[in-house]
């Protein structure tokens, strides 16, 4: 046996050890950070299920499988975890959009595919979608006061709108408050009756909106009429890429907790099934089983621990390609 095949078994034993502190274990910081991700999983799957007002510490606690105490160490109450999820979840969207925006030249341009982006968004996470534009509302004078500075963030873009203005006369500064005032009352509508329709379909009328009081009427039917632009999953427009998209013919969704799971991987090469469900905030075992098998059938994660003697636990390791998708899919 060579040198090399004894570092990789040796990572692999010590990787595969029970994700706790203490001697041999993993340090208490990343048993915290890896709490932590379980206890924002839990919340987002409550608020889902009841909604902020009926979100209770001892369902997220159920869920997640931690202590009171281990929630408390961490978060102040349950509207300081709400606020986590929700920074995390607007932090990522919001880095989305501005990357999209900034790829373009012109003002126009730019606010079409930073809307793109954040509907496509929408859409692919309908549960965050949701806890950021309905729930968000009823969830503490913290997260308003944050949801605020977010709003006020995308407004300054959208006033950048009046030193290109060819409506005949400058739109005061208010307008573009206004604009993603209505913006945001056309989404909470549309996700609290949510039917069969994509957000994305909405992309030509809340352009139309957003256009008209800087380009004018011209401008504003123009967009009406355009097709919805469709983006890669790196947010950019369609078109020659440096190398391949790793997303690319991906048959899978790429849900908040298939990403979790990458990023557990990836943290914790050798990961039983039980370690990866810890670790993601999946209690149900039946669901991590089958969510491994589809990630190994797409040859996103192998399983190295398979072929051992009987009653071993299996020991997943991200492919080449997977570690490509988690990195294209880690929080920016």
Not at 2 to 24: K, Y
Not at 216 to 229: F, H, N, T, Y
Not at 252 to 281: C, D, K, W
Request: proline share 5%.
């Amino acid at each position: 046996m060579t040198s090399e095949q004894m570092n990789v078994i040796s990572h692999t034993n010590s990787a595969t050890r029970r994700l706790r502190p203490g001697p041999g274990g993993l340090p208490r910081g990343q048993v915290t950070e890896i709490q932590r991700g379980r206890m924002l999983a839990a919340a987002i799957e409550t608020v889902e299920e009841v909604g902020y007002a009926r979100m209770t510490v001892a369902q997220v606690i159920s869920r997640a499988r931690v202590s009171r105490k281990t929630f408390y160490d961490v978060f102040a109450d349950r509207e300081d975890c709400f606020l986590c999820a929700y920074k995390e979840a607007v932090g990522r969207a919001a880095a989305l959009a501005r990357e999209a925006y900034e790829r373009e030249s012109s003002w126009c341009e730019g606010i079409r595919a930073a809307l793109a982006r954040l509907l496509a968004v929408m859409d692919e996470q309908p549960s965050l979608a949701k806890l950021c534009v309905v729930e968000a509302l009823g969830a503490g004078d913290r997260v308003l006061e944050h949801r605020g500075r977010t709003l006020d963030e995308f407004a300054r873009v959208i006033d950048r709108g009046r030193f290109v203005s060819s409506a005949g006369g400058e739109p005061p500064e208010v307008t573009a408050q206004g604009i993603v005032g209505a913006v945001s009352a056309v989404l909470h509508a549309r996700l609290l009756d949510r039917g069969t329709e994509s957000l994305t379909d909405l992309q030509g009328p809340l352009m139309s909106m957003i256009v008209l009081p800087y380009l004018g009427a011209g401008a504003a039917s123009r967009e009406l009429r355009r097709a919805p632009l469709q983006l890669r999953h790196d947010g950019g427009p369609p078109g020659p890429a440096a190398q391949r998209d790793p997303l690319e013919g991906l048959d899978m969704r790429l849900t908040y907790r298939t990403v979790r799971v990458l990023s557990v991987i990836s943290g914790h090469p050798g990961a039983s099934n039980r370690e990866v469900a810890e670790g993601s905030g999946i209690v149900d075992q039946g669901q991590i089983s089958k969510l491994l098998g589809r990630l190994a059938r797409l040859q996103l994660i192998e399983n190295a621990g398979e072929g051992h003697e009987r009653g071993a636990s299996n020991a997943w390791h991200l492919t080449s390609r997977g570690a490509q998708v988690e990195r294209a899919t880690r929080p920016r």
